[in-house]
Nanobody
Framework: QVQLAESGGGLVQEGGSLTLSCAAS????????MGWYRQTPGSQRDLVAR???????IYSDSVKGRFTISKDNNANTVSLEMNSLKPEDSGIYFC???????????????WGQGTQVTVSS
């Protein structure tokens, strides 16, 4: 199993910055991708940013140029630096990881419990 622990959410004014962090722990073979998704009331969970091993990060169009994802493959951590925050960036941010428990076995999706980000105007 892979456990994901998030930190760094909170309340910030429009134009401000926040950094989210997530660390993976547990008994697993490898994690090949980590990222962040956002969910607002009544909406599905949408991709914000994702980093796969050996591939350039992927960002949603709404955050390009403002958010930066950083993944440490050795430490199995991922962070999301969020700048120039807007009220529409508000929501629950979930850490995501794609991992395999044992070599040769299938890859599974894992999710953190989420951290609230609120941007006030």
């Amino acid at each position: 199993q892979v456990q994901l622990a998030e930190s760094g959410g909170g309340l910030v004014q429009e134009g401000g910055s926040l950094t989210l962090s997530c660390a993976a722990s547990g008994n697993f073979f490898r994690i090949r991708a980590m990222g962040w998704y956002r969910q607002t009331p009544g909406s599905q969970r949408d991709l914000v940013a994702r980093s796969n091993n050996g591939i350039l990060p992927i960002y949603s169009d709404s955050v390009k140029g403002r958010f930066t994802i950083s993944k440490d493959n050795n430490a199995n951590t991922v962070s999301l630096e969020m700048n120039s925050l807007k009220p529409e960036d508000s929501g629950i941010y979930f850490c995501y990881a794609e991992g395999a428990i044992k070599y040769g076995e299938r890859w599974y999706d894992y999710w953190g419990q989420g951290t609230q980000v609120t941007v006030s105007s």
